[in-house]
Antibody, heavy 115, light 108 residues
Framework: EVQVVESGGGLIQPGGSLRLSCAAS????????MSWVRQAPGKGLEWVSV???????YYADSLKGRFTISRDKSKNTLYLQMNSLRAEDTAVYHC?????????WGQGTLVTVAS | DIQMTQSPSTLSASVGDRVTITCRAS??????LAWYQQKPGKAPKLLIY???SLESGVPSRFSGSGSGTEFTLTISSLQPDDFATYYC??????????FGQGTKVEIK
């Protein structure tokens, strides 16, 4: 059974850093297109980043180089390193698998940026 | 980034109604478009991919069409379980991906 479980969220002060993890089971992270999608409270979905199976990465323009997506083949885990966090980064962060749409989603991890 | 504009933002409809949601891309995305349904507190559910392909297990009352810059999601006969928020998403190759702002389907 395919499953992805996010972790690493929490309360962080503005300007701080956080690394989110997405542990996968039932499939190989490095053989798939993996994305991060976030949703601020009461708002719509916002695509954050993707890593292709060949390692190519893309990011939403609004992130301006603050976030980095990566993966660990040995741990079958996807990561999102988030730096210089701002209040507007407060959201539930989901990891999702898929090339033609995201068929598999985790339940998400909440990141709250506040002092 | 390619901008995706959905309309309407909110839609009031009754059970049994035919419902259509439109999504427009700021530039051509061929057929690299997906549609999702999201209910409160839940992760989104993939309904349609490649603009018109029905995801396995999704009821046939859902259909998608379009290519280039104009796309539609149609629910042929709205059911009680279909009241939710719907999002389009473009996944054009070798560029950032984006979602539309969402369409909330409410009970009339």
């Amino acid at each position: 059974e395919v499953q992805v479980v996010e972790s690493g969220g929490g309360l962080i002060q503005p300007g701080g850093s956080l690394r989110l993890s997405c542990a996968a089971s039932g499939f190989t992270v490095s053989s798939n297109y993996m994305s991060w999608v976030r949703q601020a409270p009461g708002k719509g979905l916002e695509w954050v980043s993707v890593i292709y199976s060949d390692g190519t990465t893309y990011y939403a323009d609004s992130l301006k180089g603050r976030f980095t997506i990566s993966r660990d083949k040995s741990k079958n885990t996807l990561y999102l390193q988030m730096n210089s966090l701002r209040a507007e980064d407060t959201a539930v962060y989901h990891c999702a698998r898929g090339r033609d749409g995201f068929a598999d989603w985790g339940q998400g991890t909440l990141v709250t940026v506040a002092s | 980034d390619i901008q995706m504009t959905q309309s309407p933002s909110t839609l009031s409809a009754s059970v049994g109604d035919r419902v259509t949601i439109t999504c427009r891309a700021s530039q051509s995305i061929s057929n690299w478009l997906a549609w999702y349904q999201q209910k409160p507190g839940k992760a989104p559910k993939l309904l349609i991919y490649k603009a018109s392909s029905l995801e396995s297990g999704v009821p046939s009352r859902f259909s998608g069409s379009g290519s280039g810059t104009e796309f539609t999601l149609t629910i042929s006969s709205l059911q009680p379980d279909d009241f939710a928020t719907y999002y389009c998403q473009q996944y054009n190759n070798y560029s950032p991906w984006t979602f539309g702002q969402g369409t909330k389907v409410e009970i009339k």
